[in-house]
């Protein structure tokens, strides 16, 4: 199964729903991630307005 990033959340997921965000707005056109270990302590994560750890597409199509 390949990984898809949610269009809402940008979340990599590999299933058909997002499971942060619920969405099933998936896209399979995105580029680059970043992997959120902790998002409490993290700058990127607050300037992503990741709220949750994780692997993040930066940008969806």
């Known amino acids: 199964m390949t990984e898809q990033a ?3 959340c940008r979340r990599i997921v590999e299933g058909q729903v997002c499971p942060i ?4 707005s998936l896209s399979k056109d ?3 991630y970043v992997v959120i270990i902790d998002p409490k302590e993290s700058i ?3 300037k992503l ?3 949750l750890p994780g692997k ?4 969806v199509r």
């Open 44 to 46: 990127i994560a607050e």
């Open 21 to 24: 965000c619920n969405s099933a």
């Open 56 to 59: 993040y597409a930066l940008k």
């Open 6 to 8: 949610c269009r809402e």
């Open 49 to 51: 307005e990741i709220k």
């Open 30 to 32: 995105w580029s680059g």
